[in-house]
């Protein structure tokens, strides 16, 4: 099964509004990332938290991080058109030989207007 | 550009045929990740590349797959007597180092006919 699970897998809203999205894990990690794609294009890094901090901000993106509870979250407030994109996690567990990021199916977020 | 390269961007090519999909990194990134997302999905780890360590390739879904990354440099995903399920968009992305964010190339697209 997926490592990371984003939720809901689908979300419109009226420009302006604020969009939160979930990511849940199994396992341990070392940090977790979150990313942006637009159609037709490639991922492009947005926030990095380690699994030792709770909250980071980054302009109108705020994440958390809840270990006990092997779940982060999203924010994007004061939503706009071009926050329209998938967004996925990235669960990073740091293995010493091989870290691999596992991604999550992704949430495809519309911004109306 | 400065940006992680991907070739060719569109590849369409009859069933059985063996292709060839190319990756140039940004330079000074040690690691090389390939994964490979079929429509609306999520990505799927293929293989990665860390310096001068043996790749870990338990991404590979069968033994057609095989990757290669030159002078710590190019790397060269190959599919051998492709099958229609292999259809998808092939992303390479390359990073600083283990748990590090990933630069994004636009992707393969690959169509098996």
């Known amino acids: 099964s997926q490592q990371g699970e984003e939720d809901p897998q689908a979300l419109s809203i009226q420009e302006g509004e604020n969009a939160t999205m979930n990511c849940s894990y199994k396992?341990?990690?070392?940090?977790l990332q979150w990313y942006r794609q637009n159609s037709g294009r490639g991922l492009v890094h947005l926030i990095l938290?380690?699994?030792?901090?709770r909250e980071k901000h980054s302009g109108r993106l705020r994440v958390t991080l809840d270990t006990s509870k092997k779940s982060s979250s999203l924010l994007i407030t004061a939503s706009r058109a071009a926050d329209t994109a998938s967004y996925f996690c990235?669960?990073?567990?740091?293995?010493?030989?091989?870290?691999?990021?596992?991604f999550g199916s992704g949430t495809r977020l519309s911004i109306r207007p | 550009g400065a940006g992680v390269s991907q070739s060719p961007s569109n590849k369409v090519t009859e069933k059985g045929k063996d292709v060839e999909l190319r990756c140039d990194p940004i330079?000074?990134?040690?690691?090389l990740y390939w994964y490979r997302q079929s429509l609306g999905q999520g990505l799927e780890f293929l293989i990665y590349f860390q310096g001068n360590s043996a790749p870990d390739k338990s991404g590979l879904p069968s033994d057609r797959f095989s990757a290669e990354r030159t002078g710590g440099s190019v790397s060269t995903l190959t599919i051998q007597r492709t099958q229609q399920e292999d259809s998808a968009v092939y992303l390479c992305?390359?990073?600083?180092?283990?748990?590090?964010?990933?630069?994004f190339g636009d992707g393969t697209r690959l169509s098996i006919l």
């Open positions: 990235a669960t990073d567990r740091g293995y010493s030989s091989a870290s691999k990021i596992i």
């Open positions: 992305a390359s990073s600083l180092g283990e748990g590090q964010p990933q630069h």
């Open positions: 938290i380690r699994s030792n901090e």
């Open positions: 330079s000074g990134h040690t690691a």
């Open positions: 396992t341990s990690i070392n940090n």
